[in-house]
């Protein structure tokens, strides 16, 4: 099993930047790839970005310029950060984990953080 905590999220000001964290523990040695999504209110989660060891980082198109992800392995945690933040960020934030080797072919998900965007 993996566990994961995010941290981070808060009521910002529109232009502000945030860091958000999520912290892996349990079998984290057995992680292949971290990412974030988010969800906002009547919409569906969506990638924001995701990373790997092996394959890099990985942007949607939609969020290549204010997201910057980013992974330290000693510490098993992952990170975003989000500039120039807009209110259309508002959203929950969640952390997701691929599982390796003899966690192989499953997923595991954070509580999630909000972030909300505003004024």
């Known amino acids: 099993q993996v566990q994961l905590v995010e941290s981070g999220g808060d009521l910002v000001q529109p232009g502000r930047s945030l860091r958000l964290s999520c912290a892996a523990s349990g079998s984290s040695l057995n992680i292949y790839a971290m990412a974030w999504y988010r969800q906002a209110p009547g919409k569906q989660r969506e990638l924001v970005a995701r990373i790997s060891e092996r394959e890099g980082v990985e942007y949607p198109a939609s969020m290549k310029d204010r997201f910057t992800v980013s992974r330290d392995y000693v510490k098993n945690t992952v990170y975003l950060q989000i500039d120039s933040l807009k209110p259309e960020d508002t959203a929950t934030y969640y952390c997701?984990?691929?599982?390796?080797?003899?966690?192989?072919?499953?997923?595991?998900w954070g509580q999630g953080t909000q972030v909300t965007v505003s004024p």
């Open positions: 997701h984990a691929e599982g390796a080797r003899s966690l192989r072919g499953r997923e595991f």
